[in-house]
T-cell receptor
Framework: DGGITQSPKYLFRKEGQNVTLSCEQN?????MYWYRQDPGQGLRLIYYSQIVNDFQKGDIAEGYSVSREKKESFPLTVTSAQKNPTAFYLCASSLGTSSHEQFFGPGTRLTVL | AQSVTQLGSHVSVSEGALVLLRCNYSSSVPPYLFWYVQYPNQGLQLLLKYTSAATLVKGINGFEAEFKKSETSFHLTKPSAHMSDAAEYFC????????????FGSGTRLSIRP
């Protein structure tokens, strides 16, 4: 089945540690996205990538980093510079500029201890 | 500025009653509009989308939405609520000129009373 997978489902991190969230898609989509979701605030865009080896900052990129070395993969690193990283993180993908519909993964819940 | 507003962060209806979730957008160019549903601790699932074809759009699970340009609205409706409809619903908008970014509303939590 085609889709988007995120791992792990739940992640715990100590303060000061970097952590990487995985996002993989087998939909052959060009564009991929990372969102952060906090209660009552909807989705906020962290980073997005329209093509391999290229990505752009979203609205809340500070304290996060990404890479896009392969079309199928778009990992997100939450660095120690992110002051309030506890949140639900969602990855999405779309065909690209010719398609506007985004498909979402199941999410990763990150908790900082 | 382009934006989307969902009126009501929480809506509660009785089982079998009409569901109406409101969404208004602001745009200077023709929009593409979406409704997504999110169940607890899951990702978002597309309910329906408007992409400049028919103004009345039918989606999954018996939901539909009507694009009204004069009112800049895209309200989501379902004639008869079911307990399984309890979830968070997000309206979203994008535009051909900025195809890579979708703007999401803040969400409306729908509760269903037995």
């Amino acid at each position: 089945d085609g889709g988007i997978t995120q791992s792990p489902k739940y992640l715990f991190r100590k303060e000061g540690q970097n952590v990487t969230l995985s996002c993989e898609q087998n939909l052959n989509h060009d564009a991929m996205y990372w969102y952060r979701q906090d209660p009552g605030q909807g989705l906020r865009l962290i980073y997005y990538s329209q093509i391999v080896n290229d990505f752009q900052k979203g609205d809340i990129a500070e304290g996060y980093s990404v890479s896009r070395e392969k079309k199928e993969s778009f990992p997100l690193t939450v660095t120690s510079a992110q002051k309030n990283p506890t949140a639900f993180y969602l990855c999405a993908s779309s065909l690209g500029t010719s398609s506007h519909e985004q498909f979402f993964g199941p999410g990763t819940r990150l908790t900082v201890l | 500025a382009q934006s989307v507003t969902q009126l009501g962060s929480h809506v509660s209806v009785s089982e079998g009653a009409l569901v109406l979730l409101r969404c208004n957008y602001s745009s200077s160019v023709p929009p593409y509009l979406f409704w997504y549903v999110q169940y607890p601790n899951q990702g978002l699932q597309l309910l329906l989308k408007y992409t400049s074809a028919a103004t009345l759009v039918k989606g999954i699970n018996g939901f539909e939405a009507e694009f009204k340009k004069s009112e800049t609205s895209f309200h989501l409706t379902k004639p008869s609520a079911h307990m399984s409809d309890a979830a968070e619903y997000f309206c979203a908008v994008t535009f051909y000129s900025s195809a890579s970014k979708i703007i999401f509303g803040s969400g409306t939590r729908l509760s269903i009373r037995p």
